[in-house]
């Protein structure tokens, strides 16, 4: 088996391990989370136009609604970038603060950085993002370890600049079997 395609089964079943880590121990914490994510207080929520226009409720084109920005006469939490929009500072509209959930958690309209946070895949190693309260990282490790099996070992590195995010990298100990051959956790493909 070629490297490239080793790594990316191993990037494959590390994005199916942390998917599976945040259904298992960090949406059922959502409901009784002190500080919600979706109240966007220390988080940055990325969405593109038909995201914004659907959440934000707007109904003017987008060249007019990005000159009403510019112009400082827009949502004050949100700022266009890159083609891009990014929203701060005040809860997402989706989000349900009576009954603390999310309204489109499970529909395709829901921002990507939803579902990726806080516990993600990138470039061959998980990310966790610890501003998330329900986010344990010798938990995150076992499950990782798990999936990957007992040739991988797993090496926490936090970011010098952004000491939250915790980067687990896994590291080849054995070269005996490939990824592809070990046993899954519970519910992945």
């Given at each position: 088996?070629?490297n490239?395609?080793?790594?990316?089964?191993l990037?494959?079943?590390?994005t199916?391990?942390?998917?599976?880590?945040?259904v298992?121990?960090?949406i059922?914490?959502c409901a009784?989370?002190?500080?919600?994510c979706?109240?966007?207080d220390?988080l940055?929520l990325?969405?593109d136009?038909?995201?914004?226009?659907?959440?934000?409720q707007?109904?003017?084109?987008?060249?007019?609604?990005?000159?009403?920005?510019?112009?400082?006469?827009g949502?004050?939490?949100?700022r266009?970038?890159?083609?891009?929009?990014?929203?701060h500072r005040?809860?997402?509209?989706?989000?349900d603060?009576a009954?603390?959930?999310?309204?489109i958690?499970?529909r395709?309209l829901?921002?990507?950085g939803?579902t990726?946070?806080?516990?993600?895949?990138?470039?061959?190693?998980?990310?966790?993002?610890?501003?998330?309260?329900a986010v344990?990282?010798?938990?995150?490790a076992?499950?990782?370890?798990?999936?990957?099996?007992?040739?991988?070992?797993?090496?926490?590195?936090?970011d010098?600049?952004?000491p939250?995010?915790v980067?687990?990298?896994?590291r080849r100990?054995?070269?005996?079997?490939?990824f592809?051959?070990?046993?899954?956790?519970?519910g992945s493909?």
């Amino acid at each position: 088996m070629s490297n490239r395609h080793s790594r990316r089964l191993l990037a494959e079943g590390l994005t199916v391990a942390a998917a599976n880590y945040q259904v298992a121990f960090v949406i059922p914490h959502c409901a009784e989370c002190a500080k919600p994510c979706c109240r966007l207080d220390p988080l940055v929520l990325e969405l593109d136009w038909k995201q914004l226009k659907a959440l934000w409720q707007i109904e003017e084109s987008r060249s007019v609604f990005d000159r009403r920005l510019s112009s400082g006469k827009g949502p004050e939490e949100i700022r266009a970038g890159d083609g891009l929009y990014y929203a701060h500072r005040k809860a997402c509209p989706a989000y349900d603060a009576a009954h603390r959930v999310c309204r489109i958690y499970e529909r395709e309209l829901k921002p990507a950085g939803c579902t990726d946070f806080p516990v993600y895949q990138d470039r061959g190693s998980v990310v966790a993002d610890l501003r998330c309260e329900a986010v344990d990282l010798k938990v995150l490790a076992t499950w990782i370890a798990r999936a990957v099996g007992q040739e991988f070992r797993i090496v926490q590195s936090a970011d010098a600049e952004f000491p939250f995010l915790v980067t687990l990298s896994v590291r080849r100990v054995a070269s005996t079997a490939t990824f592809s051959n070990q046993p899954r956790m519970p519910g992945s493909a």
